[in-house]
């Protein structure tokens, strides 16, 4: 959606929500549709509107295609605060950068680790449970007590998407985003990198990478093992 004037984009929050798991070898599509529009709004970034999409996504059935899940994407589309006077020369436009984790007490370790080159999951120490994402009580006995294990890094995808559209800069599309199944059990959501997006397959074997970005944050990612299936 285009609205005159208005040159810069920046993702606001997704939020998708899954009506049963989607199976291996279905042919799935999506309906895009616009929510809705915000009354003008000023912010530090400059002014524009806050533009909500939702994207229903279905599953080819020959009695009747089953929608699956339900994706709300949300995006301000806005005329920059900072224009350059008339005349004034053009200066590069700032590269985006990615945006940084959100780190609590409970999730502290885990980006230390990631900056140390460490993939570290927490495990309850009461009963040994993995657990990931990072939480404070363990969901199976509920004890509080925890501790970080240093995971091998290796894993198998378990299942994974391709972005293509909406492009949020600086991310590069297609974009592969992988559920990753541990060697230790439990799982992680990451982007798969050193593949392109036809060769990514269930069951594939992986191995996390640390990536430095912008301001020394440092991000676990993870590339297939070449001749391992």
């Known amino acids: 959606m285009e609205i005159e004037g208005l040159g810069s984009v920046v993702a606001v929050n997704s939020e998708l929500q899954f009506n049963r798991a989607v199976r291996e070898g279905e042919r799935l599509y999506y309906t895009t549709r616009l929510d809705s529009v915000s009354?003008?709004?000023?912010?530090?970034?400059?002014?524009?509107?806050?533009?909500?999409?939702?994207?229903r996504y279905?599953?080819?059935?020959?009695?009747?295609?089953?929608?699956?899940?339900?994706?709300?994407?949300?995006?301000?589309?806005?005329?920059?605060?900072?224009?350059?006077?008339?005349?004034?020369?053009?200066?590069?436009?700032?590269?985006?950068?990615r945006p940084?984790?959100?780190?609590?007490?409970?999730?502290?370790?885990?980006?230390?680790?990631?900056?140390?080159?460490?993939?570290r999951i927490q495990r309850c120490t009461a009963?040994?449970?993995?657990?990931?994402?990072?939480?404070?009580?363990c969901s199976q006995c509920?004890?509080?007590?925890?501790?970080?294990?240093?995971?091998?890094?290796?894993g198998t995808v378990y299942s994974f998407v391709v972005m293509h559209y909406p492009e949020v800069p600086p991310f590069e599309y297609p974009n592969v985003i992988a559920l990753i199944e541990l060697e230790e059990g439990t799982r992680l959501i990451t982007q798969l990198v050193g593949t392109a997006p036809n060769d990514v397959r269930i069951g594939q074997?992986?191995?996390?990478?640390?990536?430095?970005?912008?301001?020394?944050?440092?991000?676990?990612?993870?590339?297939?093992?070449?001749n391992a299936n």
């Not at 009354?39 to 994207?55: A, D, H, Q, R, S």
């Not at 940084?100 to 993939?119: C, H, K, M, V, Y």
């Not at 509920?142 to 290796?154: K, L, N, Y």
Request: glycine share 10%; charged share 20%; hydrophobic share 40%.
């Open 58 to 97: 279905f599953s080819e059935i020959a009695s009747g295609d089953q929608e699956v899940g339900e994706l709300l994407f949300r995006v301000f589309k806005f005329k920059p605060s900072q224009v350059a006077a008339p005349g004034a020369a053009a200066s590069a436009p700032a590269k985006p950068k």
């Open 127 to 137: 009963c040994g449970t993995l657990r990931h994402p990072p939480g404070p009580v």
């Open 142 to 154: 509920h004890s509080f007590e925890w501790e970080a294990v240093t995971a091998s890094g290796r």
């Open 205 to 226: 074997k992986v191995q996390v990478e640390f990536h430095s970005y912008d301001e020394g944050m440092v991000l676990p990612q993870f590339r297939p093992v070449p």
């Open 100 to 119: 940084a984790p959100g780190i609590s007490n409970d999730t502290q370790f885990f980006w230390e680790g990631a900056r140390s080159g460490q993939l």
């Open 39 to 55: 009354p003008e709004k000023i912010t530090v970034l400059g002014t524009g509107y806050f533009v909500t999409f939702v994207m």
